[in-house]
């Protein structure tokens, strides 16, 4: 979340899109209900489906799934030819007015620079056009046909409702209802936000469409204002802190990047990581890398690491390609790989294709399962349609403590790092992840110090400080992830700030020379000599807009808003005065933490966006994969060609593989849209093992539009089979009115709907979902296409 | 706020104690239920009412057909079509504690329905004898019989919370503002200036539902569409059933009348006539 929860309850008109916040996200919907009960909010609900959303909103419209990106393209192309924009935050906080070297072209789905044979983008002819001193050349009249604001322009005048129309499904009239309400927002009294999750995040083009909304909430200028912003609602308590410490295959904590192979020392990996500015206004705090990183290095290789040895730069793996996980699957599914330790994961039911999932651990020697339930991973071997006896992994299910049987913190999808105190033991001979992990890493260190082998440093000079190091209390790891002065520190007067040992405050103290530790910079003061800040809960909010500074804390630097410099107009004043979240009085920047440079007056201009390079938001963005501009195109599996350009109809650059199980199909064999989705009674794969959610939602269905029942001859109740391209499922039929027919480029197309939660372990059981959905992902963060695939439904 | 009994079944009315009790009433603004179901699991975590061994399906998402022995509160889910737009209502359901309710009054086992000073109807299981005259008795079809122990049950509004200055569980679990809970006046007040929020909002329709037919009850409701509760699973115009109410009503007056008119009669042939008397045959 660029905002945060209570933040929702600012707004005045609540897109709730990509997401189904009322199902999935019940508590933090209530600062929707407030929002609408006290400030008179409209809520927009566009979805696939008509759900628990769409019952309590002001206006429902219901799309294609997978089509986002067109009606979002839509609602620009609105804002745009309407003139609905905040012109004077687009010219202040965006990259309208920068000019784009004139080889950038897009021409039938492509943009210039593709390479057929690669299946990638020059990205070349994306940048800017810059001077001599590497800035880049603006025009603030944002007239010149070569600024990005007219690029846009010009990108999203094809996105006409008509097209949106055919595309998605959803009627004119819906469409422009829906535009009149969210494009409303683009004036300095009005302030929108947009809710998503993974509706949005579980396609082949899933960054991009996220992109379409950055892109929309600029133009309107939400971005950095109470009651805005572009919200991710995010599933599992702590999804928020994995993302932030690492979880992904190509990040280290607080979004620093793993090395690939060409980063070969450490100066090289840094001069590529460190962006210059390009614009002088530009704060371009990532010009710091070095010093995050360095103070990772020392966090992680302690007193190993010191200038002469890179920091033990050399220890950390390179990687060559991308390994994500659906791609370890595959490598495993190809027999590449000997075993696996699984924590917090029940690949098989999170899927793509369970089927190839199963198949890939059965090609495992040995598999490591750490959880407090026997999960479908946990006991694969014995699947329905798997005989136990042609499986040689061995399995070993190590019971884990749940998340009330230990302590530490949960980031919630406000940043917010809450600590939380262990409610009861675990169970038998359940014990805390930490303490697992611990025995393990002993143990292979025990094993290299006996037997030596193959570059054992990495593992034996690995910073072990714990005071108990078979099971490291989570209060010294979150003091270790602050960091901490490893020498005494000194400010320019030479005068010590911090003495060698003392927590850190700031990342802001972290140096680049070694003299510095930090295992993640972005929660550099969570726990600092004052304590754990992450205990607090004060109550005082003297915003008045449910900021509460002193509960808890949030990353950066407990800022409650992002990007909040753009809350404010060029003079420093609030555009919205009932809603500030930070304003100049004359001295310095007071409110919220503020997003900028504390001290830097109006008059100095200092880029908004102090993250960026720019200095700026990005209308448009050269760092993704498929393109600067969003754009739309079919998921891998669709019932239709792409109207905008029927030779590039999916996202050229959408991974899909090529195993013999890795089967796609196509609209004559299978012709239904499916999707996938989570109910509030269930929590992911979890809670089918305990009594009460049981009762709550018994038994695998199959959500079908009335009018398709009818065509079939299925009724309420009735047993029905859905089979994909890799799999088939069974189950109860739940015939509703909830999803209707859509006219898609003038064809007829039905869609239906399956919930995920059900499984072959638990109280109860059913059919897996993810036994139909693709193996298809995202070129920029490889997440599957869960949503939006073909199908065919039959009465059984 | 201590319970007081105000009322008992098949028994005198108690004398009243000299306190002034607050009516107690829980408010379900229906606009803002997104069916989550937390007041569901509330109740059954809280009551420790058995989770049913089997699951049956029901073919939506309410979560059973109806309330149950052992599910006291149920969100029912229904499919409208209003004015040609899909509406999809969901309403939480339970017992409405009437300020007259038809259960006490049906009820001819003494103190196995009680109703306190406070507006909550409790049953005493007890003193039930599993006559069913309750449910009988019930415009809204709530309690119900558990075929294993033959007693009736139903939502006690948390009377065991209540009596210790707690909110009932479901109020507590909901996320949303939904469920709110305090005295009758309150939340009268709360209810008509949301009720007002939502015709300023195009509801024009919208009301409270505190049915004047059982003298209003101590659960009420927003409706957005006021003008059909059926919407809601509610009963229109729900009342004491004329049976119950000519039972326990004028039939209560005439038997009585009759059982007196019979002890008259006798009394005044003793006095007439005097005993009896059998001439002895030899």
Sequence with gaps: ?????????????????????????????????????????????????????????????????????????????????????????????????????????FKDGL?????????????????????????????????????VFQLLKRHYERYTPEVVSQITGASV????????????????????????????????????????????????????????????????????????????????????????????????????????????????????????????????????????????YHYLPKIERDYSWVNLFDDMYQGKLEGMLCFGMNPVANGPHSNKMIAALSRLKWLVVAECFETETAQFWKAPGIDPTTVNTEVFLLPA?????????????????????????????????QEILSSIFQRVCKLYQQGGGTLPEPILHLNWPYSNP???????????????????????????????????????????????????????????????????????????????????????????????????????????????????????????????????????????????????????????????FPEHYEPVESPVKNILHPMVSPNPLAKTFKSDMDRYGSP?????????????????????????NSELQPEFF?????????????????????????????GKALVTRRIRPMAVDGRRVWQIGIPIHWGFAGRVTGPLANLLTPTALDPNCSTPEYKGFLVKVERV | MPLELKALSATNYPTRGIRETPRVCKLIDVSTCIGCKACEVACQEWNDTPVAETYPYTGSYQTMPDLAHNFWNLIKFREAERDGNLHWTMAKYQCMHCEDPGCLRACPAPGAIVQYTNGIVDFVQENCIGCQFCIMGC?????????????????????????????????????????????????????????????AQGFSQASVYNPPGVSGTHAIYVLPFGNRPEDYGLPRDPSVPWVVSLWKGPMKTVGSALLLGGVLAAGLHYLKFGPQRVERKD
């Excluded at chain 1, 709730?16 to 209530?30: D, I, L, S, V």
């Excluded at chain 1, 078979?470 to 700030?497: Q, T, W, Y």
């Excluded at chain 1, 029905?720 to 799999?727: E, F, I, Y």
């Design chain 1, 1 to 105: 979340m660029t905002n945060g929860w209570i933040d929702i309850g600012n707004s005045d008109v609540i897109l709730a899109m990509g997401g189904n916040p009322a199902e999935n996200h019940p508590c933090g919907f209530k600062w929707v209900m407030e929002a609408r009960k006290n400030r008179g909010a409209r809520l927009v609900c566009v979805d696939p489906r008509f759900n628990r959303t769409a019952a309590v909103s002001d206006c429902f419209v219901q799309i294609r799934a997978g089509t986002d990106i067109a009606f979002l393209g839509g609602l620009i192309n609105y804002t745009l030819s309407h003139g609905l924009y905040h012109e004077e935050y687009v010219r202040l906080f965006t990259n309208g007015p920068f000019l784009v070297k004139e080889g950038f072209s």
């Design chain 1, 668 to 692: 004559e064999e299978y012709p239904v849209v499916c999707t996938t989705y989570r109910l509030t009674e269930h929590f992911h794969y979890w809670t089918k093992h305990i009594t009460v």
């Design chain 1, 401 to 433: 403590a749940n998340f009330a049987e230990k302590d530490g913190s949960f980031t919630n999808s406000a940043r917010w790092a809450q600590w939380k105190w262990k409610a009861l033991d675990p169970p038998g001979e359940a014990r805390a992840d």
């Design chain 2, 139 to 199: 415009p809204f079809n709530v309690p119900k019989l558990s075929p294993r122990s033959q007693k009736v049950y139903k939502c006690t509004l948390c009377s065991d919370r209540v009596a210790v200055g707690l909110e009932p569980a479901c109020i507590k679990a909901c996320p949303t503002g939904c469920l709110q809970f305090g005295t009758k006046r309150q939340m009268l007040e709360r209810a008509l200036k949301r009720v007002k929020q939502l015709r």
């Design chain 1, 111 to 147: 943009f210039s620079g593709y390479n057929p044979i690669t299946n990638t983008y020059d990205k070349t002819s994306w940048q800017y056009e810059q001077d001599a001193r590497g800035y880049v050349k603006q025009d603030t009249t944002m007239q010149d046909p070569g600024c």
């Design chain 1, 173 to 312: 009239k819906d469409f422009l209802k829906t535009a009149e309400i969210v494009c409303s927002t683009g004036t300095p009294d009005k302030a929108g936000t947009i809710m998503y999750a993974l509706g949005w995040t579980h396609h082949s083009f899933a960054v991009q469409i996220i992109r379409a909304a950055a892109i929309l909430q600029l133009l309107l200028g939400n971005i950095g204002r109470p009651g805005g912003g572009l919200n991710a609602l995010r599933g599992h308590s702590n999804i928020q802190g994995g993302t932030d410490h690492g979880m992904a295959y190509d990040k280290l904590p607080g979004y620093l990047k793993i090395p690939p192979v060409s980063h070969q020392d450490l100066k090289d990996h840094l001069r590529e990581n460190t962006p210059r500015a390009l614009t002088p206004t530009s704060m371009n705090y990532w010009e710091n890398y070095p010093e995050f990183f360095v103070s990772f290095l020392k966090c992680m290789f302690g007193s190993h690491a010191n200038k002469e040895n890179d920091f033990c």
């Design chain 1, 702 to 730: 199959v959500e079908i539009p009335e009018g398709l029942a009818e065509e079939l001859g299925i009724k309420n109740q009735q047993m029905v089979r859905v089979t994909s391209a890799r799999g088939s499922v069974q």
């Design chain 1, 470 to 628: 078979a099971n490291p209390s989570l209060e010294e790891i979150a003091k270790e992830i602050n960091g901490r002065a490893v020498a005494d520190l000194k400010d320019e007067k030479g005068e010590v700030i911090l003495k060698k040992g003392q927590q850190l405050s700031s990342f802001a103290q972290l140096r680049d020379d070694g003299s510095t530790a930090c295992g993640n910079w972005i929660y550099c003061g969570s726990f600092t000599e004052e304590g754990n800040m992450m205990m607090r809960r004060g109550l005082r909010d003297p915003s008045g807009l449910g900021m509460f500074p002193g509960w808890t804390w949030s990353w950066p630097a407990n800022r409650r808003i992002m990007y909040n410099r753009a809350s404010c107009d060029a003079q420093g004043r609030p555009w919205d005065p009932t809603r500030a979240a930070i304003q100049w009085d004359g001295e310095k920047w007071v409110g919220d933490t503020p997003d900028y440079r504390p001290e830097s007056p109006p008059e100095a201009g200092l880029g908004a966006f102090l993250m960026l390079p720019e200095g700026v938001g990005k209308l448009f963005a050269p760092d993704f994969a498929e393109g600067p």
